[in-house]
Every structure is written in structure tokens, then in C-alpha cells.
């Protein structure tokens, strides 16, 4: 069953933790997609992992790292209690590195996405699938919500799935009611959706609907 990741991205701790409030009242919700921009990797910025230690939940998060230098954060990810960290494949300047900052990860006992933008090939999974825990792919360009889904993702899902039958495939960006099955048959089994939920009068409900559409 693929499982549904609500997405928070905000400039405000106390908009961040509202959303989180949220989602803690809906039990099917187990996991948190929380997004982290230092302005520089995109041209936006949100709230950074040490500016929510002091909130306490019972999601799981998955940290999705938008910065330049995600090695700079992993200690404060670590102190966050963050489950997963996502880091972009052109963060690094080589596999070497990237490889490097997996195994930091998993000393620190947090799972490892790693990420690539629409426009790299997702051939670069072919060395780093046995290393990783998720591998991760951007359906819009990174750095705001509510952005139209880039139809090729879901080509570029169905490859890594027919390429790697076992690994577990993330999708993120501009998933919503309209498109959530079409990714689901292409193999995603993590599908973050913001937008798609924040955007709705009634988010419960959507979420709700969300999940049926997967089931
Ligand atoms: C985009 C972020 C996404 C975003 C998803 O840069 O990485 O996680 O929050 O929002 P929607 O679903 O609106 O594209
Ligand atoms: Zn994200």
C-alpha cells in the first residue's frame, strides 16, 4: 500500500506547528513531509530543523533538505528526532560526498532519500540504490507549493520502478485528487501532497479522499 506524506513548507514555526497540530488528530496520518530552503539551493526560505526543536509530535518527519550544504543541518535533524532526511543528489559535488553524507545519516540511526530534480537523469540511482533507503523524485521544481505536476515524472517513476523492482520510490510535487492514482500505477509508494491538501476548504476531508484513491 503506498502511503500518503502531508508536505509543510513555511516561512513561520508557529504556521508549522498549526499544520502538525492537524495532522496529529487524523490516525492514518503517521508521517510528516517537512520542508527545509536556505534561499540559496532555491530561491526561496522556510523555517530551518533548529527553529522546531521545541515542538514535540508524534509523526514521524521526513526532513526534505533544499539547501546547499545539508551536512551543515545533520546534527540539528538529529536533536529534531527527524525519522528521514532527503537530500538533493545536486547538493554534492560528487557520489563520494553524497555517499559520505549517507553513511553520516545512518550513524545518526536516520533513513536516507535522496533527491533528484526534474531535470537530472534518474540513471544516477543505478550506484546509489543498495547505500540508500528511498529513492526520490521531484515532480515540479523544488522551492514553493502549488505548482503544476510535471507530466514526465511519471515516466520517470516507472523507470526506476521497472529498474529496481524492491526499492522505495518518494514522489513530491503537485500531487493532488486529480493526479494521486496516475503516480500511485506508476510505482511511487511515498507520495508527499501540499497543495493538494492545504489548498482544499476541507483538508480532513481531502485527506481522506487522498487515501481511498491509493488504498
Ligand atoms: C517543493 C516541496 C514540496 C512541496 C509540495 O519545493 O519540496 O514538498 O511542499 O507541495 P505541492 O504538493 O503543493 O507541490
Ligand atoms: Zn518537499
New binding site residues.
Given amino acids: 500500500m503506498a502511503q500518503l506524506i502531508p ?3 513555511s516561512k513561520e514555526v508557529s504556521e508549522v506547528e498549526e499544520k502538525i497540530r492537524f495532522l496529529e488528530q487524523i490516525p492514518e496520518i503517521t508521517e510528516v ?1 517537512i ?1 527545509f ?1 536556505d534561499g540559496l539551493f ?1 530561491p ?1 526560505d522556510t523555517v530551518l530543523p533548529k527553529d522546531l526543536f521545541g515542538i514535540k509530535t508524534r509523526l514521524a518527519i521526513d526532513a ?1 533538505m ?1 539547501v546547499v550544504s545539508p551536512q551543515d543541518y545533520f546534527h540539528d535533524l538529529e536533536h529534531l528526532g527527524a525519522s528521514a532526511a532527503d537530500i538533493h543528489f545536486e547538493s554534492f559535488i560528487g557520489f563520494t560526498e553524497l555517499l559520505n553524507a549517507v553513511s553520516n545519516l545512518h550513524t545518526m540511526k536516520i533513513k536516507v532519500g535522496v533527491v533528484v530534480n526534474p531535470e537530472t537523469d534518474v540513471e544516477i540511482f543505478k550506484s546509489l540504490i543498495p547505500e540508500i533507503d528511498v529513492a526520490f523524485i ?10 503544476p ?1 510535471l507530466p514526465q515524472s511519471l515516466d520517470r517513476c516507472s523507470v526506476l520502478r521497472k529498474s529496481y523492482p524492491n526499492a522505495i520510490i518518494q514522489i ?5 485528487k486529480a493526479n494521486i492514482e496516475a503516480v500511485r500505477a506508476h510505482g511511487a509508494d511515498r507520495i ?8 482544499n476548504l476541507d483538508p480532513k476531508q481531502t485527506i481522506y479522499e487522498l487515501l481511498e484513491k491509493i488504498k
Avoid: R, T
Fill in positions: 508536505a509543510i513548507l513531509h520542508d530552503e532555491v526561496n526534505h533544499m521531484m515532480s515540479v521544481y523544488p522551492g514553493f507549493q502549488g505548482k505536476f513530491d510535487g503537485g500531487v493532488s508527499v501532497v501540499g497543495s493538494g491538501i492545504w489548498k
